[in-house]
């Protein structure tokens, strides 16, 4: 089991979902306590006879005076058992852009519902952007049970709607874990409640602790965005030339051979430097900065890369989430920004756009609007190395940039297809109803 675990938080509006992140710092005594004096005196000040917790986590003064969370925030706390980056995501649909921000790089989603209300459509639109960004396991915290006194015939009824949703996008059943909670009154959070005598499952808390985690796989074929070129030409360092950026996926080694892309110029490591220090080996997540055996010209936004190459392509199928205002439409000219390389792009076709409440697929849209989820073809003005999303998170992902201002249109994954269930299909644009291909995009070809 690993030692660390990172966590998504979502909900829609007013599920609670600041107060149970709240309640999970205050009871796991993770809070500061000139933090705390000031949630006690912000909340005397309202006239409240117990701190809101919730203040813990709406940092901004803006989330503060109107009761929602805006940005994604990242907390971090620990217990005996385990650390935690927790990525606290808003609930409005208008900033659906953090949720899929938040969820990145997430191991497992904490999805809030209000126990009076059920799965909503933003429950739905939440589970499936952790569907698309693969992140492999889910927690539906069921909140504000005490408001409908606990009742476990209303709990067993959202928890059954939720599980056949979340498999139907490809959840595996047992990776989905259903719980009731009162994150104002703390039932079920850090502390088994006496009032749910009819749930024998975790707490959120034991379950986070217990929860098996997959590590960064360091096996996976080695990827290295350089994010810049160091060469201090001091009496010190005359001859030093150095590729510095952060590891995206793998391990290198010194004396591993590798292939700089999209150039294909081959080499040697001859050492791994970092502030601490030379290693003779490095992993996904550490920064460091390469030394090479031979004078290459290579620059920021080229991907080093080791073991299976990733494809070099100038045209690749991706399915994207859109996030802005203005629709896109094929012909679309965009910025794909793909690790530190940013290059012009047209999106040339729009192949579908699925429907997550209704789990259908429509063939052929005419466009893709504020936070819907679709299939493209996009082409690059100059080849780009990609991987497959479904074999790596970091150098399978890409924003779609707007040109004129510098604003995040998409977030865009390579490959990477969201399933429909069998029989279940959308109404093209003609009229006429198809299949969809559960498995219709494929890691791109040349």
Known sequence: ??????????????????????????????????????????????????????????????????????????????????????????????????????????????????????????????????????????????????????????????????????????????????IPVSALAGDNVVDRSARTPWYAGPTLLEHLETVPVDADPHDAPFRFPVQYVIRPRTPDFPDYRGYAGQIAAGTVHVGDAITVLPIGLRSTITRIDTADGPLDQAAAGQSVTLLLEHDLDISRGDLITGGEPPTVTDEFEATVCWLAEKPLTPGARVLVKHGTRTVQAIVTELRNRFDEQKLASTEGPGSLNLNEIGQVVVRTAEPVPVDDYTHSRRTGAFLVIDASDGSTLAAGLVGAPLPVPDGVAGCTEGGSTAQTDSHALVSPGP
């Open 1 to 178: 089991m690993s030692d660390l675990l990172r966590l998504a938080t979502a909900g829609s509006v007013d599920d609670g979902k600041s107060t149970l992140v709240g309640r999970l710092l205050y009871d796991t005594k993770s809070v500061l306590a000139d933090t705390l004096d000031a949630v006690h005196r912000a909340s005397a000040d309202r006239g409240l006879a117990t701190p809101d917790l919730s203040l813990l986590v709406d940092g901004l003064r803006s989330e503060r005076e109107q009761g929602i969370t805006i940005d994604v925030a990242y907390r971090y706390f620990a217990t005996p058992k385990r650390s935690f980056v927790l990525a606290d995501t808003p609930g409005h649909v208008q900033y659906t852009r953090n949720t899929v921000t938040g969820a990145s790089t997430a191991q497992l989603g904490v999805l809030l519902v209000d126990a009076r209300k059920g799965v909503v459509e933003q429950t739905r639109r939440h589970a499936a952007v952790l569907a698309l960004l693969g992140v492999p396991r889910l927690v539906l915290a069921v909140n504000k049970i005490d408001l409908v006194d606990y009742d476990e015939v209303t709990f067993s009824r959202i928890a059954k709607e939720f599980t056949a949703h979340a498999t139907a996008l490809g959840f595996a059943e047992d990776a989905v874990v259903e």
